[in-house]
């Protein structure tokens, strides 16, 4: 009967890590889901009528400076 015993202080332990894992998941996707009241959203530019759309955004300059060597 001591095995008994063993194996479920193992199944606590583990429940007991994949509960604080699971915690710690859901507390480091919470402070992401509220937004900053500080950042202003910028409306979409609306789609040009002859197509294409492209245009150099500060995002975009942002990523080509990212990607240089």
């Given amino acids: 009967m001591g095995s008994t ?3 479920l202080s193992r199944r606590t332990m583990f429940a007991g890590a994949g ?3 699971a915690v ?4 480091s ?7 900053d ?3 202003t959203d910028t409306p979409a530019r609306p789609a040009p009528a002859r197509g294409g759309g492209y245009s150099l955004s500060e995002h975009v300059k942002q990523y080509y400076k990212t990607t240089r060597i």
């Fill in 19 to 21: 509960a604080v894992g």
């Fill in 37 to 39: 009241p500080s950042v």
């Fill in 29 to 35: 996707l919470v402070p992401s889901a509220h937004k």
């Fill in 5 to 7: 015993s063993t194996k």
């Fill in 24 to 27: 710690a998941v859901v507390t």
